[in-house]
Antibody, heavy 119, light 108 residues
Framework: QVQLQESGPGLVKPSQTLSLTCTVSGGSISSGYYYWTWIRQPAGKGLEWIGRVYTGGTTNYHPSLKSRVTVSIDTSNNQFSLNLSSVTAADTAVYYC???????????WGQGTLVTVSS | EIVLTQSPGTLSLSPGERATLSCRASQSVTSPYLAWYQQKPGQAPRLLFYGASSRAAGIADRFSGSGSGTEFTLTISRLEPEDSAVYYCHQYESSPQSFGQGTKLEIK
């Protein structure tokens, strides 16, 4: 059974970089053809797709965040990561990591981690 | 970007009743790469349907998905108290992927 677990600071200061890691267990992150994805959800609001990294390393980002986002994969540690620079209060949200395969939606999700941007 | 609009915003029904949730897309979602998720407070979304009408593993047959093009529907028959949640549609056909704003289902 694949499991995903987010980790990282719960509090980030404005203008700094938000960094989160998603650790994948129950399977190798480099086997199969999957899109390892970050999604966020502000309190009481809907879901926003942030970006993804393909097993082979190709990345795609939401156009509204593209200038500030980097998603990368670390196959040696079975992890993938999110860096979001120049954060503001608007970036305060629960951040989820999730797995997607071609032609299918997100089948496995992490439990989510709350990141608050505040001084 | 494909914009998904869900209606109604909130639905309040009694156990045993039938719920009909709508998701309208601003452009046609072919294939169709349209999914539905259920999210309960403090939990991650749970996949209910993919391909508009294919039920995910472990999902009760009281749940059904249908639709094509720009109009999609999630139907829940014989509502149970545990169906209380927010339901989201999601298009994964084109980038950036997008979600509807959600329909909150309350069981009286």
């Amino acid at each position: 059974q694949v499991q995903l677990q987010e980790s990282g600071p719960g509090l980030v200061k404005p203008s700094q970089t938000l960094s989160l890691t998603c650790t994948v267990s129950g399977g190798s992150i480099s086997s199969g053809y999957y899109y390892w994805t970050w999604i966020r959800q502000p309190a009481g609001k809907g879901l926003e797709w942030i970006g993804r990294v393909y097993t082979g390393g190709t990345t795609n980002y939401h156009p509204s965040l593209k200038s500030r986002v980097t998603v990368s994969i670390d196959t040696s540690n079975n992890q993938f990561s999110l860096n979001l620079s120049s954060v503001t209060a608007a970036d305060t949200a629960v951040y989820y990591c999730a797995r997607k395969s071609a032609g299918l939606p997100f089948d496995y999700w992490g439990q989510g981690t709350l990141v608050t941007v505040s001084s | 970007e494909i914009v998904l609009t869900q209606s109604p915003g909130t639905l309040s029904l009694s156990p045993g009743e039938r719920a009909t949730l709508s998701c309208r897309a601003s452009q046609s979602v072919t294939s169709p790469y349209l999914a539905w998720y259920q999210q309960k407070p403090g939990q991650a979304p749970r996949l209910l349907f993919y391909g508009a009408s294919s039920r995910a593993a472990g999902i009760a047959d009281r749940f059904s998905g249908s639709g094509s093009g720009t109009e999609f529907t999630l139907t829940i028959s014989r509502l149970e108290p545990e169906d209380s949640a927010v339901y989201y549609c999601h298009q994964y056909e084109s980038s950036p992927q997008s979600f509807g704003q959600g329909t909150k289902l309350e069981i009286k």
